[in-house]
């Protein structure tokens, strides 16, 4: 595995201003990495791609380093470990982590590698309803959000990695479900498969505050925020007294010059609203809990996901860029690899 041939990685070329663009990415061919005590080398299997990535872009350290120049883009990635000089690996284990964009990694004696269990599902699920995704979805809405029975529940871009598992939660702990998403076939997927109770298009809806009187009669009590700006002045328009907000992303802002103002944060205060931003990382030890429970409800049909995989390393930047228009439904995932076989 180090006989010279080449890695092939997608680097961070240049900065992005405002929108996102292909033009900020290379493909590009690498060395094989070397082996040194302690490390780890890897086949990369599906790569993660993740809105919060944007962020880390503009070069900014944030709760994680800012993404260097000129450097393979660091994201979640499942992998099979081709040669390992680490104690509790070895040639054959199916992990995940947060690698590169890149068809091999050389993984450091200082990052982590968490096993892979292919009897809980497909393998690719540990980066998307079994991993980080699902248990964002799991801390934001029971922990923060804790919905009751008959609460109403909204989730801005409910067919998202995120917001499909959120919103099925609170649905699982009998509350009333309302989702937002950018196209009829999202629409139709969160009513027709997911069982949402309600859901609606804000793209073609002129006014959202209008669009969430009308699907929430009776106001709001938890909102799962996944997309800030006018979405989240609407909500604070109908929020409920003691309303609980998740706050997990906000999408509409990241590829913004200047963020767009909020009006009606003083229901926050007449409402005693409980709004709470929250980390995922930080709650990793949840994870085998997590896990545990998430692949039970999918194995009884409680839960169901939708993964968007394209193939093929060279169309990274095409994949991440797209996701930020909406052409995706579900967690967009890039294979680069075929799954080993099972028994492996």
């Known amino acids: ?20 663009d292909e033009k900020n990415f ?9 082996l040194a005590d302690g490390q780890v080398l890897t086949r990369n299997l599906y790569l993660s791609c993740d809105p919060y990535l944007r962020g880390l872009m503009d070069g900014a350290a944030t709760y994680q380093p800012g993404q260097d120049l000129e450097k393979p883009i660091r994201a979640r990635v499942v992998a099979e470990v081709l040669e390992s000089r680490r104690p509790g690996h070895r040639a054959g284990d199916l992990v995940w982590g947060f690698l590169g964009w890149e068809l091999h990694s050389l993984v450091p004696e200082t990052e982590t590698l968490y096993p892979v269990d292919p009897s809980l599902g497909p393998i690719s699920h540990f980066i998307s309803i079994l991993g980080m995704p699902g248990l964002t979805a799991y801390v934001g809405m029971l922990e923060i959000g804790a919905p009751r029975p008959d609460e109403t ?7 998202g990695a995120v917001g499909q598992i959120a919103g099925q939660l609170a649905r699982l702990h009998g509350a009333r479900v309302l989702g937002s998403a950018g196209s009829a076939a999202k629409v139709a997927y969160l009513s027709d498969d997911l069982h949402f109770d309600a859901a609606f298009n804000y793209k073609t809806e002129t006014d959202i505050t209008a669009a969430l009187a009308r699907h929430c009669p009776n106001g709001i009590d938890v ?11 609407a909500v604070l328009s109908h929020v409920n007294p003691h309303a609980r907000i998740a706050v997990c992303g906000m999408i509409s802002q990241y590829n913004a010059a200047q963020p767009e103002p909020i009006f009606n944060l003083g229901k926050i205060v007449r409402n005693r609203v409980k709004m709470q931003g929250f980390v995922v990382g930080e709650h990793l030890a949840k994870l085998p809990e997590f896990t545990q429970r998430m692949s039970a409800w999918m194995g009884e049909g ?15 930047p095409r994949a991440f860029v797209g996701m930020f228009k909406g052409d995706n439904i579900g967690k967009r995932l890039v294979r680069v690899a075929p799954d080993p076989p099972v028994g492996q």
């Open 223 to 233: 909102y799962f925020e996944n997309v800030g700006g006018k979405t989240l002045d």
């Open 153 to 159: 529940v909204f989730v801005s871009a409910a067919a």
């Open 26 to 34: 290379a493909v590009r061919a690498a060395p094989m990495p070397i």
């Open 302 to 316: 409680r839960i169901r996901y939708r993964e968007d995989i394209i193939d093929g390393i060279e169309n990274i």
């Open 1 to 20: 595995m180090t006989d010279g041939s080449q890695n092939i990685q997608v680097v961070l070329k240049s900065r992005p201003d405002g929108w996102i």
